[in-house]
């Protein structure tokens, strides 16, 4: 069974910078493509990137696009974004997703799993 766990994330001022963690465990980790997503009080879970089984490819949102990068560690089973130039609308709970599919393409979610939740404030 895949097991998410999140570290990273907290306080910051805007401007700044983080960076979130996420080790995965009980699969073979190089089988799933791994996400981060976000979510605000209200508003619908949203994608923020994704990277590839091999992390060869990478993907963002246009609100991130430029300030954040994604990116994977296969023989630690870790993934990794980090974020500069943070918003105050970065502002959320983030959440780590890993599926055996790419975000948004057919089948996606049917097998998901996804970490804790992580909080980033970003004070103005």
């Known amino acids: 069974q895949v097991q998410l766990v999140q570290s990273g994330g907290g306080l910051v001022q805007a401007g700044g910078s983080l960076r979130l963690s996420c080790a995965v465990s009980?699969?073979?980790?190089?089988?799933?493509?791994v996400g981060w997503f976000r979510q605000t009080p209200g508003k619908e879970r949203e994608f923020v990137a994704a990277?590839?089984?091999?992390?060869?490819?990478?993907s963002y949102a246009d609100s991130v696009k430029g300030r954040s990068t994604i990116s994977r560690d296969n023989s630690k089973k870790m993934v990794y974004l980090e974020m500069n130039n943070l918003k105050p609308e970065d502002s959320a709970v983030y959440y780590c997703?890993?599926?055996?599919?790419?975000?948004?393409?057919?089948?996606?979610?049917?097998?998901?799993?996804w970490g804790q939740g992580t909080q980033v404030i970003v004070s103005s």
């Open positions: 997703n890993a599926d055996p599919k790419l975000p948004g393409t057919p089948g996606w979610g049917k097998a998901s799993a």
């Open positions: 009980g699969v073979s980790f190089s089988f799933y493509t």
């Open positions: 990277i590839s089984r091999s992390g060869g490819s990478t």
